[in-house]
């Protein structure tokens, strides 16, 4: 597995809200099963409370690269409530149990906090492509599925964002071969 923290150093990552990625992209990602699956988990609700959602359900990739964040109303920052394993091999950083504002991300989170206030309105997924660009150009997007959780029925308690990093990496580094290892 390569890692993508070796290209935080000399690279860009922004996250840019695209509405809905065509529909190959995100069946390529598998991002369509995990779609699926939060939608029977929520059933006529909204969205699904925590206690519905089986992560165990989902591609071990997916899982892998999920991270659930619980808000915190009262301050308005998120608790990292899961942080998949694929997410610390990329990221080389473990998020579970921190705080979001604590967290020395390299600036990767800054596109989630920017838009996931769209979700805390809009209590819909959210389709979202993460750009990366190397430090010799190559920019490519990579789809992010968010889904909101909802523990009380009314409002968004918690946001999953699901991204298939291996899909990701294998991507990225077939037009970037200076960072295979």
Partial sequence: MHSLNEMTYSCTASVEVVGVPEETILQEHGLLG????WRRWAGD????????????????????GTSVLDFMSDTGDFRVRYWGLKLVDAFE??????????????????GFRDTVQTMFTAKKPQYLSQA???????RRLFPVLRLPISDDGEMVT??????????????LYEDAPEYQR
């Fill in 34 to 37: 995990v779609l699926a699956l």
């Fill in 45 to 64: 609700n909204f969205a699904p409370a925590w206690k519905n959602v089986d992560l165990l359900e989902m591609a071990s990739d997916l899982r892998g």
């Fill in 93 to 110: 950083i473990e998020m579970t149990g921190k705080l979001l504002s604590a967290g020395q991300d390299r600036g990767v989170m800054d």
């Fill in 132 to 138: 990366i660009t190397s430090s010799n150009g190559v």
């Fill in 158 to 171: 918690k946001v999953m964002t699901i991204e298939n990093i291996p899909v990701c990496l294998r991507t």
